[in-house]
């Protein structure tokens, strides 16, 4: 089994906008590695979330080569099965169910990953939020909203964490307390991660920093 989760080679991907065609990727590359977490920085419409949507099969490349775990991902389906059982991708909304409490949506997450019989009560421990595993999303604060997600996304089992800004809807005191949780809950769970963000509290947080420019990944200086 190989260590490499992403290995993205000559990356492309442009946009039409009316008569323009405006290029966000341009012959990027990427590696990943189990257990390795990797922050991705750039201004606002950079495309770092593009980035995401392409490792998470919501976009397709228009050029380059893209592997994930060891293999090219054959269409859709195979996209849709990754996407319920080893890729986690975490949006700064928290993308919970609303009609779902919090226990609810992570039994939900783990029933499509297959993973029926593993118990939440120590995700919910370990991201102190046992205690309102019966609220719904609405009755959460934002600090509360984004641990659930976090929960939700480790309820997979994932192989790979792709998270979108995952403090960019906290305060800074809040998003103080969470990041400690994230990467505590990473180190235990041992999948890898890209995470794009503003926050250079959080990117210094990860392994390796990288700068979206130009279309392309350059180290962070």
């Known amino acids: 089994m190989t260590d490499v989760l992403v290995d993205a080679q000559g990356i492309s991907k442009s946009y039409r906008n009316g008569l323009e065609t405006v290029t966000v990727l341009r012959d990027l590359s990427l590696q990943l590695k189990a257990g390795e977490t990797v922050a991705v920085v750039g201004p606002s419409g950079c495309g770092k979330s593009t980035l995401l949507h392409l490792l998470n099969g919501l976009l397709q490349p228009d050029a380059g080569h893209l592997c994930l775990f060891g293999r090219r991902v054959a269409g859709e389906d195979d996209w849709a099965a990754l996407r319920r059982?080893?890729?986690?991708t975490l949006f700064q909304?928290?993308?919970?169910?609303?009609?779902?409490t919090v226990g609810g949506n992570l039994a939900f997450?783990?029933?499509?990953?297959?993973?029926?019989?593993?118990?939440?009560?120590?995700?919910?421990?370990?991201?102190?939020?046992?205690?309102?595993?019966?609220?719904?999303?609405?009755?959460?604060?934002?600090?509360?909203?984004q641990r659930a997600a976090l929960a939700c996304a480790f309820a997979i089992g994932p192989d790979l964490v792709l998270a979108d800004e995952p403090t960019g809807s906290l305060d800074e005191a809040?998003?103080?307390?969470?990041?400690?949780?994230?990467?505590?809950?990473?180190?235990?769970?041992?999948?890898?991660?890209?995470?794009?963000?503003?926050?250079?509290?959080?990117?210094?947080?990860?392994?390796?920093?990288?700068?979206?420019?130009?279309?392309?990944?350059?180290?962070?200086?």
């Open 174 to 221: 809040t998003a103080q307390r969470v990041m400690p949780l994230f990467f505590d809950t990473m180190r235990t769970r041992g999948p890898g991660a890209l995470i794009v963000t503003h926050n250079p509290d959080l990117a210094r947080r990860c392994d390796r920093v990288l700068r979206l420019h130009d279309g392309s990944l350059v180290p962070w200086a």
């Open 93 to 100: 909304d928290g993308n919970l169910i609303p009609t779902l």
């Open 85 to 88: 059982s080893r890729i986690a």
């Open 109 to 145: 997450r783990a029933h499509l990953a297959g993973r029926v019989g593993d118990s939440a009560a120590a995700l919910l421990q370990a991201l102190d939020i046992a205690a309102i595993a019966g609220r719904y999303p609405d009755q959460l604060s934002g600090g509360q909203r």
